[in-house]
């Protein structure tokens, strides 16, 4: 076999060319391969059983499939150019142009202090000598009010679910009122274009409301008004 990668060359020809079979092959069969090496499918199995002999299996599959991975970019790029978003993703993270992770660190005062170098460097300022060189020291120990719900979990969590639902239901109750409303305004519009009469102000009972709304389309339609 031409060019035999060197981790191939210390098994006899039979197992080369088995190792080839089944690196191209991926799940092939044991009598498969038995028929292209003409020997028996105990023999390939037996094969199996050797832990080099499978090494050398997936060291010359990634040999293989690493040179069809030009061909994949290339197909995922023609994908992308044709409006693919999944492949477009795939191809900027092949080339490392998109990241899907984010790194937080977040430093204590301490490591902060410690990337200052050396200890010595670092001053040391105390209330007198700020007011020596024209500063200002302040010290601010007072801390936030508590709220006593942390101390509830469930209860704030039941508080803050109350608070969206509430905020929710008055956003849909804006809408509701703002879409009557304009209904109402394309009917009065409507009727008087054919000149009838508005209903009354506030809420109709279903069966005027319904007789109202007849008359109007009979009239739209009389006048030829789409």
């Known amino acids: 076999m031409p060019n035999l990668p060197a981790y191939m060359k210390e098994f006899h020809p039979r197992q ?22 003409e020997c028996t499918p105990e023999t390939i199995q037996a094969y199996k059983r050797i832990p080099a002999f499978n090494e050398a299996v997936y ?11 030009v061909s994949v ?21 092949h080339y490392g142009k998109l990241e899907d992770k984010l790194t937080i660190r977040i430093e204590s005062p301490f490591e902060k202090f410690l990337k200052m170098g050396d200890i010595s460097d670092a001053v040391v300022v105390d209330e007198k000598m700020a007011e020596d060189i024209g500063g200002s020291f302040e010290v601010n120990t007072e801390l936030p009010p508590r709220d006593p719900l942390n101390d509830r979990p469930r209860s704030r969590s039941y508080h803050e679910k109350k608070a969206i639902n509430g905020a929710t239901s008055r956003s849909f109750k804006a809408q509701h009122r703002k ?48």
């Open 59 to 69: 060291m010359r599959y990634m040999d293989v499939s690493g040179g069809r991975l």
């Open 73 to 93: 970019v290339a197909a995922m790029i023609r994908e992308a150019e044709k409006g693919n978003v999944q492949a477009a993703t795939l191809v900027l993270k």
């Open 179 to 226: 879409t009557r409303r304009n209904t109402a305004y394309l009917l009065r519009m409507r009727a008087e274009k054919v000149g009838l009469p508005p209903l009354k102000p506030g809420r109709q009972r279903k069966n005027i409301r319904d007789e109202w709304i007849r008359e109007l389309r009979q009239r739209e339609k009389a006048m030829g008004i789409k």
């Open 16 to 37: 080369q060319l088995a190792i080839e079979i089944m690196a191209n092959n991926p799940g092939i069969r044991n009598n498969k391969v038995a028929e292209e090496v």
